[in-house]
């Protein structure tokens, strides 16, 4: 049965996860719309993580941008401000190595105002809320901050603001009023790098702040005329409010607009006794303050400040909610950064590609105005599917995975170009990457295949934007029919064809099997057979190439130098590869069954005797090993985690096992037994757990054998392997050995020593952790079939949220089996087949 229905804006409901405490030190959840920009709300409550311009650079900091509250009463008298964040927490006593959240770029330069006692941090993506707790304030104060996020609308998601949303509650006796403080430094000129001190930084200068006034709004726009139209920096920033508010548009430093506060008053509501919207608005809008702020642009070198105040009065009791939106603008993107393959001489070409969203947006101004046309769209959508999550009845790690995957698909690693195009680095430069690297901008561009083949949260949630990744990768295919495991941008320079590419060098052949798997996805999900006949040459080609390089004497296994994700070359038969390559053959027959049915058969013919002759060559009675080659990096006898990724890829598609079910079920409780580990130790890799922490390790050799030259990465753990091999466990019936997994990573990242919304490997944000999204569909079995409009679920009691393709909403399976789907977004075919499968 299905029902319809929207979701109506709904504010404050279930939260997934809590921090108190020390595990508020490394929370940074990141705010803004996809492609667009970000900064994160810290589980102090304070700013960091400046990136408004689309440079990665963790440890940008705007100075001078915060939220505060006063708070007054006449009788009895009193007058109590605070900072709306707590003071800094001290560093962990062993700080987490290669990861950089915990940092507070301020410390020991607060603003003069007390900050509140602590804070309490809780997250529903997108909603990030923060409970300032504090025994000398009179009242309750509590944020809500979000960015609007609805599955399946790219441009709903892609909004380049975040919406404050301050609620106070008089909780004592006697009547109060006061101001909530809101500030935003114009930081339109500043290259998100270069440290800023006070307003003064490299690029400022000439920066102007517009007071904004329109019936019922308040708000300071930002630009810097001085600018020329292509400098990286150019662009607009608003501070904005519709509650009742006096702006003091100009600032030359923190002190200047807390003493804006301080000085604002209420006159004639106090003498009056009436503090109606009305009265407030009438109040502040004869000027609350003898300050005067500066004028005209700002001298070389300084930039202005901005403050926004906004009046309210509470009786005992009483509650209000007041909205500040933070909106940017920065239409300039250029393709500055590192490039792999052979150095290039372009002379002094930059390179603009553009931001996507600034196309569709005049300014700020206009970013603000479209929000606010579609606001309650918007944030209800948002409040929807951050409560199907968070209200749902899956386990609580696996919850909590899904819900912090939207972070990492809005991470500054992707974005979206001037031409719609997206594209995204395997992570962002930061504290991981400075062994061989800086710690800003885009780590290993671009387009990576092989990291991307464990990604499966932006291709579900915005099939749209898979879609478009597909095809940028089939139009940079070389003339032999391979594909370079990185794009070169702008995509009419020369592509990285017979060239020595790095990590690893020849194009990947992990990369080009997941090709095939990530275009039937799509499929699966709706693309249609108009889309797939257009790429089908391309497939073709694409499976000729891998066939007559890797399989030349037609026994199915795939033999010589074989270059894979962890920047080696493997070269004995193996089923990380191997695998790979069955579920792809599986995939082309299904496809060749849609637009090409002759060549069907012989995709089945070629996948029945690889799976044969790869099961005999490799299975040792414990898990799927490789013969011992002594070729550097092979491994042998070990028991590697990602020997069944082709098989983890099968499910996700619908194409069933491709190797023994008793088999796949064995390896999959070896690689548990044997690889997740509790206790490290130096290795001589890069350290993404340590000391008494619990994960699961790249390789391991239970039983003696680990060579000279093991495996590169084999002792370290990735969070994107972790996620697959817990969620194949799911699809095979392991639930306890997938939550072990799943809940030693959320342990590594409880906000202690580890940020829960940054999963790092070469670079922050790395988005092979996209893998997680698959823990949703494998624990519920919910499969979306488009071109047969099928559903299939599986007979696991509750309530859970699905993604599929054109819609999305929750399943409800009753005890009996029944399945009940509410689309709370998109459509599904009238038509629509829904069936039950049973768990094994």
């Known amino acids: 049965m299905i029902k319809i229905r929207r979701g109506a804006p709904r504010e404050g409901q279930a939260s997934v996860r809590r921090y108190t405490g020390e595990a508020r030190r490394a929370v940074a959840f990141p705010l803004g719309g996809f492609g667009t920009g970000h900064v994160a709300l810290g589980g102090d409550g304070a700013l960091r993580q400046w990136q408004l311009s689309g440079v990665a650079n963790h440890l940008g900091f705007l100075p001078d941008s915060f939220f505060a509250l006063r708070v007054s009463s006449t009788e009895p008298p009193a007058d109590t401000v605070r900072l709306l964040r707590s003071a800094p927490l001290p560093p962990h006593e062993r700080p987490a190595p290669n990861v950089s959240d915990a940092e507070v770029p301020d410390a020991g330069h607060l603003p003069s105002w007390p900050p509140v006692t602590t804070t309490e941090f809780r997250a529903a993506y997108p909603f990030a809320e923060v409970t300032y707790l504090d025994e000398e304030l009179p009242v309750a104060v509590s944020l809500s901050a979000f960015t609007p996020f609805v599955p399946l609308d790219a441009d709903a998601s892609s909004l380049p603001l975040v919406r404050y949303r301050f609620t106070v509650t008089n909780t004592g006796g006697e009547f109060r009023h006061g101001w909530l403080l809101g500030t935003l430094q114009n930081a339109v000129g500043w290259d998100g790098v270069t440290p800023i001190e006070g307003t003064r930084g490299a690029g400022y200068g000439g920066n102007v702040n517009r007071l904004l006034r329109r019936p019922g709004q308040t708000g300071v726009l930002m630009d810097n005329p001085g600018l020329t139209e292509d400098d990286p920096a150019y662009g607009e920033m608003l501070l904005w409010t519709d509650g009742p508010a006096a702006a003091l548009p100009r600032a030359a430093g923190t002190e200047a607009m807390l003493r804006f506060v301080e000085t604002a008053k209420l006159v004639t509501p106090v003498q009056l006794g009436d503090f109606s919207e009305a009265a407030l608005r009438a109040a502040v809008a004869d000027g609350v303050s003898p300050m005067r702020a500066p004028s005209g642009p700002s001298l070389p070198g300084h930039t202005w400040d901005a403050a926004v105040a906004v009046a309210f009065a509470l009786a005992p009791g009483e509650t209000t909610t007041i909205d500040f939106v933070h909106t940017w603008w920065f239409p300039n993107r250029y393709a500055d950064f590192d490039r792999f393959g052979p150095a290039r001489s372009y002379g002094r070409s930059r390179f603009w590609v553009g931001n996507h969203y600034a196309r569709r947006f005049g300014g700020a101004l206009d970013v603000l105005d479209t929000y606010l046309a579609d606001r309650e769209y918007l944030d209800g959508a948002s409040r929807t599917w951050a409560d199907a999550v968070a209200g749902s009845d899956l386990p609580e790690p696996i919850r909590d995975a899904i819900s912090a995957q939207g972070a990492l698909v809005r991470s500054p690693s992707l974005f979206r170009t001037a031409d719609g195009h997206t594209f995204g680095f395997e992570g962002t430069l930061g504290a991981s990457t400075r062994n061989w690297n800086g710690d800003a901008g885009g780590s290993c561009p671009l387009n990576c295949n092989h990291v991307f083949n464990y990604e499966q949260a932006l291709a579900r949630v915005f099939p749209e934007l898979g879609r478009d990744m597909r095809d940028t990768e089939f139009s940079v295919q070389a003339p032999d029919g391979s594909l370079p495991h990185r794009v070169v941008l702008p995509l009419y320079l020369p592509q990285l064809h017979d060239v020595a590419i790095g990590g690893p060098e020849r194009p990947a052949l992990d990369g080009m099997l997941g090709a095939v798997l990530k275009t039937y996805r799509s499929v699966l999900d709706g693309a249609g057979p108009g889309w797939l006949r257009g790429h089908w040459p391309a497939l073709l080609r694409l499976m000729d190439h891998i066939t007559t390089t890797w399989d030349p004497d037609g026994d199915g296994v795939l033999q010589g130098d074989q270059p894979v994700t962890y920047d080696i070359s493997l070269h004995g038969p193996n089923m990380f590869v191997g695998g790979l390559w069955l579920a792809a053959l599986q995939a082309m027959r299904a496809m060749a069954e849609l637009v090409d049915p002759p060549a069907a058969p012989s995709y089945a013919a070629r996948f029945a005797t690889a799976r044969d ?122 639930t306890t050995e997938a939550l072990r997994i799943v809940e030693a990573i959320q342990a590594r990242h409880d906000g202690t020593r580890r940020n829960p919304f940054n999963e790092i490997e070469c670079g922050d944000h790395y988005v092979r952790a996209m893998s997680g999204w698959s823990l949703l569909n494998a624990y519920t079995g919910f499969t979306y079939d488009a071109p047969t409009r099928r559903v299939t679920v599986a007979h696991r009691p509750g309530r859970h949220p699905f993604v599929a393709g054109t819609a999305w909403g929750t399943v409800t399976v009753t005890e009996d089996g029944t399945a009940t789907i509410e689309v709370l977004g998109g459509e599904l075919p009238a038509d629509l087949t829904v069936e039950s499968a049973w768990l094994p």
């Open 613 to 734: 002759t790869y099961d005999k060559l490799l299975w040792n009675g414990e898990y799927y090993a490789q013969p011992v080659t002594d070729e550097p990096h092979d491994f042998g006898q070990g028991c590697l985690s990602d020997q069944l990724l082709g098989q983890w890829w099968a499910h996700q598609l619908g194409l069933g096992h491709i190797l023994p079910p008793d088999r796949v079920r064995t390896a999959l409780a070896s690689i548990v037994r044997h690889n997740l580990r509790t206790g490290f130790t130096e290795h001589g890799y890069r350290v993404f757990a340590d000391g008494t922490e619990t994960g699961l390790v790249v390789c391991a050799w239970p039983h003696g054998g680990r060579p000279a030259v093991p495996l590169r990465y084999c002792d370290e753990v990735w969070t994107g392997v972790e996620y697959q091999v817990a969620a194949h466990c799911l699809y095979e019936g392991l």
